[in-house]
Nanobody, 115 residues
């Protein structure tokens, strides 16, 4: 049974930090590209960051220099370290795993940046 379970979301003040985690099971994690997406109500889901099986990373322009994606293949977990958070980062954040034509999504975790 495939599972992607996100955690680490919550309420944080502007300028603060959060670390999201996505624990994976049920598929060969180390072979998959892992990504974080986010979606605000009424808007399309957008890519935040991705990391390949080989560790190459890619970031949306809006988060470059503030967010860092990493993976621990021994723990089947991908992380998103978010620093210098802004109110516009408020979204539901989703973890995605994909390999060729196979894609899995997590259930999402809410991040709210507000004073």
């Amino acid at each position: 049974q495939v599972q992607l379970v996100e955690s680490g979301g919550g309420l944080v003040q502007p300028g603060g930090s959060l670390r999201l985690s996505c624990a994976a099971s049920g598929f060969p994690f180390s072979s998959y590209v892992m990504s974080w997406y986010r979606q605000a109500p009424g808007k399309e889901r957008e890519l935040v960051a991705s990391i390949s099986a080989g560790g190459n990373t890619n970031y949306a322009d809006s988060v470059k220099g503030r967010f860092t994606i990493s993976r621990d293949n021994a723990k089947n977990t991908v992380y998103l370290q978010m620093n210098s958070l802004k109110p516009e980062d408020t979204n539901v954040y989703y973890c995605k795993a994909n390999h060729i034509w196979v894609t899995y999504w997590g259930q999402g975790t809410q991040v709210t940046v507000s004073s």
